[in-house]
């Protein structure tokens, strides 16, 4: 049973508090977009929602105001969750809200924007909170649960990318944290199962799973592990599988940036660096002799590996936040300058991307902030960017390479 102590209750209230804070008072566009995918299952009832978006005339508001190619591009199961809590809160008149945004209107002129940013960031702070509890649980002396449950409560990458920019990858985040939960406990079966979840919502926690599966040494038990992985997946997609429209928005481009990056070996053919490296930290997880004090640091060596060759979007990096805090953690804070040199090089590239990503962020207060140039504007106009930014994602993917060795060091 979870106890709260006094210790716990004042760290977890002014947690909300920010949150509730954040809530209220940011908006960006990706917001605008979710909750628009979700509106037609939450008011419309449209379960194939890719079939009707792609019969929307040219003339629909949303696809005159949007359009509906690069925004609808996720599995069914994140639109039917998301779209479910909409139906719960019709009450308070949401839908008219997302009806308004479809027509174009001016975002920061909406009567109550406020309130209806709080009402579509909500379901994110359950899961959100439920990710501060399994991370409590997945250690064992009480000094570990309680760094482990303040580290996530004022954890900024959370408070920026799930409270702030409002994405829903914090829901595959909690699905990947219940695998690693059942992971320690020896719990293959629901380990895979939670991964199978995360997967059903993005597609990322997919690379995680062989971890899992090779943390057993039969093969019969892999492949019973394989498919129990893969039911959730396949029975929330399996009805939308025939569609030509799902298939077109769902396996868009955007899910294989991680081989983007190509080491060429003739005019033709390459390898890609990402495939390379992963496929050998696969192997060596299922090498018992060579095998990590904590197992659970293969999970966060393949992102470090994933940010340091991806152009990877400033939401993506609530992926390795409790991963992060697992292995601070768990090495007792040996390191720490490396930790911190990451998370520095990660708000120096947010701060190079558009403005709606960093101060922007801020409009619905003082909506003059909008139309702030944005520090990448201001960069520019004193260095090459570009240049810049390689410098930083270089330093970062050396740290974490180094990082990456030191945590896969065989223990002594």
Not at 214 to 241: E, G, H, Y
């Amino acid at each position: 049973m979870f106890k709260i102590s006094k210790k716990i209750w004042i760290p977890l209230l002014v947690g909300v508090i920010i949150r509730v804070f954040l809530m209220f008072s940011t908006y960006h566009p990706d917001l605008a977009g979710q909750g628009l995918s979700s509106y037609f299952w939450g008011f419309k009832n449209v379960t194939n929602v890719y079939e009707h978006l792609q019969s929307l005339p040219p003339t629909d508001p949303l696809v005159k105001n949007f359009g509906v190619n690069d925004i609808f591009i996720y599995p069914p199961l994140t639109y039917f969750t998301l779209g479910t809590f909409q139906k719960i809160f019709a009450f308070t008149g949401l839908g008219h809200f997302l009806e308004t945004i479809m027509s174009g209107v001016n975002i920061y002129k909406i009567t109550g924007l406020s309130f209806y940013l709080f009402i579509i960031k909500l379901p994110y702070l359950f899961f959100d909170l439920a990710i501060a509890y399994f991370l409590y649980k997945y250690f064992d002396t009480p000094r570990q649960k309680y760094l482990a449950f303040i580290f996530w409560i004022f954890n900024p990458i959370t408070l920026y990318a799930t409270f702030c920019m409002g994405v829903f990858d914090i829901i595959p985040v909690f699905f990947t944290v219940l695998a690693a939960y059942f992971l320690k406990k020896q719990k293959l079966s629901l380990s895979v199962l939670a991964i199978g979840f995360g997967i059903a919502f993005k597609m990322y926690p997919v690379f995680l799973l062989p971890f899992i599966i090779f943390k057993s040494d039969k093969w019969l038990q892999r492949i019973k592990l394989s498919i129990i992985a893969f039911l959730p997946l396949i029975v929330t997609n399996l009805p939308f599988i025939f569609s030509s429209a799902y298939r077109y928005m769902v396996f868009s481009s955007k899910n294989s940036k991680m081989l983007y990056m190509q080491w060429m070996l003739s005019g033709a053919e390459g390898l890609f660096p990402f495939l390379l490296i992963l496929v050998f930290i696969y192997l060596l997880s299922q090498n018992k002799s060579l095998r990590p004090k904590f197992y659970i640091s293969y999970f966060f060596v393949f992102f470090l590996l994933l940010f340091s060759v991806t152009h990877f979007h400033p939401q993506w990096f609530v992926w390795i936040s409790p991963f992060l805090i697992i292995e601070i953690i768990n090495y007792k804070f040996k390191e720490a300058w490396a930790y911190l040199a990451l998370m520095l090089i990660y708000i120096f590239i947010i701060f190079t991307f558009e403005n709606s990503l960093s101060v922007g962020l801020f409009a619905p207060i003082n909506p003059t902030l909008a139309s702030f140039v944005g520090t990448q504007t201001i960069l520019t106009k004193t260095t090459d960017i570009n240049q810049l930014k390689s410098y930083f994602r270089s330093i970062f993917a050396g740290i974490s390479a180094y990082l990456a060795f030191t945590h896969l060091k065989k223990s002594v």
